[in-house]
């Protein structure tokens, strides 16, 4: 009896040491799951418990540790969750290889200047003792999503072919939606876990990016096929599958959920030739959707039996027909707006932004050769009869967001850019800048005191002669629409002026005041805003409102308005220089300027009533007082319609 003792003491003796070994190396080498018993699921419950995973049972003493039971797989889920593994409260090799290294997937360290991000992306587990880990071929998980909860719901799913994708054609080059399947869950929320696209042609002979996305273009994973082993042929010639694996695409109840089969077909893959078309079914059929649901039971689903008919999916028509690079042409947002330009009277002045057009490549990538822009004047077409753009313009410049840039010296109505090494790639708008050094002041004619070029603009004509390249495919590129872009025009001038509207008053909140009840109605407008002389040269405003600006009013049909009773007030009132007839604005200041007028209703018939500036005149010196005019950036300075004739 002693020895029984004695040698059950050294039992109890040897568990425990093996406890304590192996809570302190916190070392798994078994998976596992509900059922399971022994040594390593007690130092497991005590090794979850001290992260803060809760086991009720065991923690209120109501159940001895040592049993893999259900609250033991909810506290692995649990703990899966925080370390982006599936939440199937299994605890296998995956799991293990995290526990094994520290319980926490490693963080990156960022570089000095970076800010590190999660992406959410699975971590791959460091392999356990004894394993070989290989990376499923070609398949990257792009947005993983959230695992589903083993909450026991038996939740089913139902699946249906989508219209979001249809029969359609694909050009070399292009990447286009091919075959879209509706998911439905009902009562439980299911997660998709696989998803096999199948084709009856060898698809890596046509396509080298199969995607896998949803119909809100949340990417969740993209297949690359470099050759037949990112593909398993099925039967010989005639069907061949493309795995997505180890995603997670979850299916609520109540919330339909579309996935979208895209591919992007080679741009320089001999198979596909002008004037034969090559005709490929893309499907899903049965047992392609790979699903799991709450209670960890899994289900695989498709759209019917024939994988090689359009029956469970759609027919692609693969084209060579327009697959050649298309250029097409905007004038960029960020452009100059309509206005002067100050240039010097002591020699040139460098680097002045004429323009700035955005150029686009469609069907595939491309490089731009050669463009040619038209100089006009003032938006007409016509060139620039004096002083002449080739005096005007010294030099012309083309660069790219990049820096790099391109000189022509020789300035004509036609400036060619040739030897050109722009890169566009495809689908995206890259921005060309075309600058320009001005000639000096002085040596442009006609010369007045303020030295007046006319308005001048910049034109492109979108077509094969005005831009010429060639695409990744080294075929010639086309150039369609026949559109004319134009930039904005701008004014040279030795002294430079601006308008800035006052906010507060007007435009901004300027409105038609009905101050009558009679026919003759009338309604009170006013503008305020602020003149400022950028240049050298004193520069003044007619006190006389019918000589300081250009006004039009527009009304509605059978009825008219007058603009009368208009007057000019200045800010500061009186400044040195000022006279009878005109206000001073001395170089290098702004001067505020308040306009107020009558607006007249003469009709018998309501109507409704606008007044607008339309153009601000001044001049360098007092006689005259309108050699020069600012009208563009007006388009605010027009008061609300208002009916004043009711």
């Not at 290294?101 to 004894?130: D, I």
């Not at 929320?189 to 396509?207: C, G």
Request: proline share 4%; charged share 10%; net charge neutral.
């Amino acid at each position: 009896m002693k020895k029984l003792l004695i040698a059950s003491g050294v039992a109890v003796l040897a568990i425990t040491s093996f406890v304590a070994a192996q809570s302190l190396n916190n070392t798994f080498n078994t998976n596992l799951s509900v059922g399971s018993t022994g040594d390593s699921v007690v130092v497991l419950q005590n090794w979850l418990i001290s992260k803060g995973f809760s086991i009720p049972a065991i923690q209120s003493g109501a159940a001895t540790p040592g049993y893999f039971g259900s609250q033991t797989q909810a506290a692995v889920a649990a703990y899966q969750r925080t370390v982006n593994l599936p939440s199937f409260g299994f605890f296998g090799p995956m799991t293990r290889a995290i526990v094994n290294a520290g319980g926490t997937v490693a963080s990156a360290t960022c570089p000095a200047g970076y800010t590190c991000t999660s992406n959410n992306a699975v971590v791959a587990p460091v392999c356990p003792l004894g394993y070989t880990c290989t990376a499923n071929s070609g398949t990257v998980v792009t947005n993983p999503g959230t695992p589903i909860t083993m909450d026991g719901t038996d939740g089913s799913v139902t699946v249906s072919l989508s219209s979001y994708a249809s029969n359609t054609t694909i050009k070399k080059g292009e990447t286009k939606d091919m075959v879209a399947v509706k998911l439905q869950a009902t009562a439980g929320p299911v997660s998709v876990t696989r998803f096999d696209v199948r084709f009856n042609t060898r698809p890596w002979l046509y396509f080298d990016v199969i995607t896998l996305k949803d119909s809100n273009g949340v990417v969740v994973a993209t297949k690359n096929l470099n050759g037949s082993a990112d593909a398993t042929e099925i039967t010989v010639g005639s069907d061949y599958l493309v795995r997505f694996e180890g995603i997670n695409a979850v299916i609520t109840p109540g919330t339909d959920r579309t996935l979208v089969v895209s591919g992007r077909v080679m741009s320089t893959t001999d198979k596909i030739v002008s004037g034969t078309d090559v005709s490929v079914i893309v499907s899903v059929p049965n047992s392609s959707i790979r699903t799991v649901n709450g209670k960890g039971y899994t289900d695989s689903i498709g759209l019917g039996t024939v994988a090689t008919s359009g029956t469970s999916g759609r027919t692609m028509t693969l084209s060579a027909s327009g697959s050649t690079a298309n250029i097409v042409a905007r004038v960029s947002p960020n452009s100059p707006s309509a206005g002067f330009v100050k240039i010097s009277t002591n020699g040139e002045t460098s680097g002045v932004v004429i323009g700035k057009f955005d150029f686009k490549s469609e069907n595939r990538s491309s490089t731009i050769n050669t463009l040619t822009f038209t100089l006009k004047q003032n938006n007409t077409g016509a060139p620039l009869a004096s002083p002449g753009f080739s005096t005007l313009y010294k030099r012309l410049y083309i660069s790219d967001e990049a820096g790099k840039t391109v000189q022509v010296d020789s300035v004509a109505t036609s400036s060619v850019f040739s030897n050109l090494t722009f890169d566009l790639p495809q689908d995206v708008w890259k921005t060309l800048t075309l600058t320009a050094d001005i000639a000096d002041a002085d040596d442009i004619t006609p010369v007045t005191d303020l030295t007046n070029v006319p308005v001048a603009s910049t034109t492109i004509t979108v077509s094969t002669t005005n831009i010429v390249g060639i695409d990744s495919n080294f075929t010639t590129v086309t150039a369609s629409g026949a559109n004319v872009v134009t930039a904005n025009d701008l004014t040279f001038l030795a002294s430079a002026a601006s308008l800035t509207p006052v906010t507060g008053y007007a435009p901004a909140t300027s409105v038609l005041v009905d101050n009558g009840t009679s026919k003759a109605k009338q309604a009170t407008i006013g503008f305020n805003f602020t003149f400022n002389n950028l240049g050298t040269t004193d520069l003044y405003i007619a006190k006389n409102p019918n000589t300081a600006f250009a006004t039009s009013s527009t009304v509605g049909a059978a009825a008219s308005s007058t603009l009368t009773q208009a007057l000019t007030t200045a800010s500061p009132g009186t400044r040195s220089g000022d006279s009878t007839t005109e206000w001073i604005i001395p170089s290098g200041t702004s001067r505020s300027f308040f306009y107020t007028g009558v607006l007249d209703n003469t009709a018998t018939a309501g109507a409704n009533h606008s007044t607008a500036i339309t153009k601000v005149y001044f001049d360098d010196d007092t006689t005259g007082l309108n050699e020069f005019n600012i009208d563009f950036g007006l388009e605010a300075w027009q008061t609300p319609a208002v009916n004043i004739g009711i």
